[in-house]
């Protein structure tokens, strides 16, 4: 198994649970505040302990509600709130789905040129035969360099 390949599976491995976990979705009106509004502090507590104005911190709120606020300001923000920022990209489905549905689509992209191709010189290609070549290369893409994937015609 490729270096690619081993570490899609670890991530995919590790990813999973994340994904299938309604648990991450963000409360509407963001962690902060919905940790703050729990732990029943104030805006003005929450900034003494940010060292921020109160101000700040409805700004802070209102930035994470609209995804604008920084990584930074959160990771403050969770400090001050005894809590640990977890940061995560969570792919929609597994990684080694995603690189075998692109692969798919590059042999798609690729093979549509060349029944043109063929019609210009008067052959044809039974349906089944495309098929076939067109797993053939969507085999030959997934173990090539993934990154050859990811180049826009």
Known sequence: M??????RKHLDR???????????????RGWVRAIRDALGMTTRQLAKRIGISQSGVVGLEKGEVQGSVSLVTLQQAAEALNCTLVYALVPNTSLEEMVRDRAQQVATDQLARIPHTIRLEDQGLAPSELAAQHERLVQELLKGAPRRLWDEP
């Open 14 to 28: 590790r990813l999973t649970p994340l994904r299938l976990s309604e648990a991450l979705a963000r409360p509407p």
């Open 2 to 7: 490729d270096q690619h390949r081993l570490a």
